[in-house]
């Protein structure tokens, strides 16, 4: 491998990166691409380990040859090298340039190799996580994310339980269910926040705009049929408010909601369940993003031009970081993505600016359909956790707010220790954000993203003597 190729760097291997990283080869660079789990895929085409693989695995995915054709041409091609199970966890920028720390191996096994990067040019496709709104219950045994659920169905083939409640909001619940369907899972019912009047505005305005979403039609319809098979029922403008049980989920308490998401009251009903998956959207992972001082929108999304450049020279972001779009959208912008920071001519990648037009055009419509509306905090209770790692409350928080006088999100985590736990406000960032009514802006970190809910100078934990075996050199370790 030449060492006088433009080395490019993509970190995540999901449809962005998988795309990013081919594209960059393409265009003549020298390509690592990392990934923080143990193969190729990301969320979206997470998939059984080599060692045991499946006969049928297309049937669990979307575009599944799409994805054996990217690893494929990237396992194939001698100037790209696939570091798996490579954990970013930190960025700096020595003198302007980029650094990424990076530990290869299990998580949290003792010693980890060590790798120090310094590329050329660095494409962020870390993607996206399920933000999870809290309600009562929701920290017992049983309650998922359903990202998770998702992962273990078609990481695993496990289900998360034998009657399953799916509910919160977006297009996502529908590939969950499914995926729950085919581990042998009952579920129960599929619950969607948003009402039909939300979702009519959402999906039937300039219906003309849907003709490049043919797609995407045809994968509503399949999971539609499917849960049709299944009698699994589809009840839109409802949410779950309560789970309970006695160390474990038993059931959940499921409100119909009004055009805000409050629960109207008198519609409450218990449903028996054990495990509940709940997603009300996602929230991007922006920590790289953040270190290298890329500016992200008001709306937390890192802010790229029509070649994905971010703000900082160098820095390319692609997928989910820059805005929810699904599959199609992440792998048009990583094409761009790659093809530019390998400083290749973006005309050979025009069908992926068009492909890219017409996804974000899908992403507006999901959060129009879709967005978490403010009413949902009625269904809060003064003893529902918020923060689950620091068991902080709903009370809690408006208490320190009352003696403090202060909505600042920094001060109120240092006071109340919502978002100090293990997750390091990963999960109730977001929502103590909003419940505080603090909104980016002021005393921020760059492009307006509030202190400490996405700077995390340390990405992942790790360990003090992996601290001490870095290297005291700047020079760059090849992978």
């Known amino acids: ?182 581990t042998g899972a009952t579920v129960v019912g599929v619950h969607e926040a948003a009402g039909p009047g939300a979702l009519a505005r959402g999906w039937l305005s300039r219906p003309w705009e849907l003709a490049g979403a043919a797609g995407k039609a045809g994968e509503l319809a399949g999971y539609v049929g499917e849960l049709a098979r299944h009698r699994v029922p589809w009840r839109p403008g409802e949410a779950v408010v309560a789970a309970h049980g006695d160390g474990q989920v038993e059931a959940v308490t499921i409100a119909r909601l009004d055009e805000r998401w409050a629960p109207v009251a008198g519609t409450e009903r218990q449903v028996e369940a054990d495990a509940v998956c709940v997603s009300h959207g996602f929230t991007p992972r922006l920590e790289l993003a953040v270190a290298a001082g890329c500016a992200l929108s008001p709306s937390r999304f890192v802010v790229v031009d029509d070649a994905q450049a971010t703000s900082v020279p160098g820095v390319w972001a692609a997928g989910e970081i820059t805005g929810i779009g699904g599959a199609d959208a992440a792998l048009a912008e990583g094409a761009v993505a790659g093809t530019a920071a390998a400083g290749g001519d973006l005309g050979v990648v025009r069908v992926a600016v068009r492909a890219r037009a017409r996804a974000r055009g899908f992403a507006a419509r999901i959060e129009a359909a879709h967005g978490v509306r403010g009413g949902w905090v009625r269904w809060l209770r003064d003893d529902t956790v918020v923060c689950r790692c620091e068991e902080t409350t709903y009370g809690r928080v408006r208490e320190v707010v009352e003696l403090t006088g202060s909505h600042e999100t920094r001060s109120v985590k240092l006071t109340s220790r919502a978002g100090l736990g293990p997750c390091q406000a990963r999960m109730c960032g977001r929502t103590l954000q909003e419940l505080l009514g603090d909104a980016p802006g002021g005393d921020s970190d760059a492009g307006g993203t509030a202190p400490g809910v996405d700077r995390r100078p340390l990405v992942v934990p790790v360990r003090l003597g992996d601290l001490a075996s870095l290297p005291s050199t700047s020079a760059s370790t090849s992978p």
């Open 1 to 182: 491998m030449s060492k006088g190729l433009r080395h490019v760097v993509v970190v995540g291997a999901g449809p962005a990166g998988l795309a990013a990283a081919r594209a960059a080869a393409e265009a003549g660079a020298r390509v690592t691409l990392l990934d923080a789990a143990d193969g190729l895929g990301g969320q979206y085409w997470r998939h059984l380990p080599a060692a045991r693989p499946a006969g049928r695995e297309h049937v669990l995915h979307h575009r599944w040859s799409t994805f054996g054709e990217l690893s494929g041409a990237l396992r194939a091609n001698p100037a790209v090298t696939v570091v798996e199970s490579a954990q970013v966890w930190s960025l700096e920028r020595p003198d302007g340039g980029i650094r990424l720390n990076v530990l290869v191996g299990e998580p949290d096994a003792v010693g980890r190799a060590v790798l120090v990067l310094e590329p050329d040019a660095l494409v962020l496709a870390t993607g996206a996580h399920d933000r999870t709104l809290p309600f009562p219950g929701w920290q017992l045994p049983g309650v998922y994310s359903a990202g998770a659920a998702q992962a273990l169905a078609k990481g695993e083939r496990v289900a998360v339980g034998r009657r399953v409640v799916v509910a919160g909001a977006g297009p996502f619940l529908l590939p969950v269910a499914s995926a729950l369907l085919w």
